[in-house]
């Protein structure tokens, strides 16, 4: 079976760091685009950025270009969304979500649900 | 960047109507390359629609997506208690992939 399972629900103070995880498995990892999603609370989906675990190629959404960094260690099947120092407006569900082809994003993550505040 | 935008922002209907969801490009989009998503409450999305008109796996005929260019449909042709939900149309040309704000399925 074909699943991304995220890590846990994280609560952070602002300017605190944090990496999230998202690890693939049932499928070839470095193969597919995996793209992350942010979801603010009673608010729909933003696009973030993708990465290609194959060769780490990543690309963001100008929105997001600086404020976060996509990488993944193809070893060990997983991508990551990291954040330098954390904002009260970084409080989210952020989802990963893996690209097939035409078939676009198939498979989803469960969500990590982060929240900021002192 | 391509700007999608749906409308209405909220459908009012009761069980067994028709819904039609519309979402429309800023610029041409590949019709390959468009799908749709339904969000419940506190649930994952799940992938309905991908380019623009093949339903993916274990979706139900009463969904049928539409069109071109930059104009897109989703279509629910009777609707289930279960339906009423969120709906998002997607872009997901080349690498840079873009979500509508979304459509609002409610009882009415």
């Known amino acids: 079976e074909v699943q991304l399972v995220q890590s846990g629900a994280e609560v952070k103070k602002p300017g605190e760091s944090l990496k999230i995880s998202c690890k693939g498995s049932?499928?070839?990892?470095?193969?597919?685009?995996i793209g992350w999603v942010r979801q603010m609370p009673g608010r729909g989906l933003e696009w973030m950025g993708i990465?290609?675990?194959?060769?780490?190629?990543?690309i963001y959404s100008p929105s997001f270009q600086g404020q976060v960094t996509i990488s993944a260690d193809k070893s060990i099947s997983t991508a990551y969304l990291q954040w330098s120092s954390l904002k009260a407006s970084d409080t989210a569900m952020y989802y990963c979500?893996?690209?097939?082809?035409?078939?676009?994003?198939?498979?989803w993550g469960q969500g990590t649900t982060v929240t900021v505040s002192s | 960047e391509i700007v999608l935008t749906q409308s209405p922002g909220t459908l009012s209907l009761s069980p067994g109507e028709r819904a039609t969801l519309s979402c429309r490009a800023s610029?041409?989009?590949?019709?390959?390359?468009l799908a749709w998503f339904q969000q419940k409450p506190g649930q994952t999305p799940r992938l309905l629609i991908y380019?623009?008109?093949s339903r993916a796996t274990g979706i139900p005929d009463r969904f049928s997506g539409s069109g071109s260019g930059t104009d897109f449909t989703l279509t629910i042709s009777r609707l289930e208690p279960e339906d009423f939900a969120v709906y998002y149309c997607?872009?997901?040309?080349?690498?840079?992939?873009?979500f509508g704000q979304g459509t609002k399925v409610e009882i009415k």
């Open positions: 979500a893996k690209r097939t082809g035409v078939y676009g994003m198939d498979v």
């Open positions: 049932g499928y070839s990892f470095t193969s597919f685009w």
């Open positions: 990465i290609y675990p194959g060769d780490s190629n990543v």
């Open positions: 610029q041409s989009v590949s019709s390959s390359y």
């Open positions: 380019g623009t008109s």
């Open positions: 997607q872009q997901y040309v080349g690498s840079s992939w873009t």
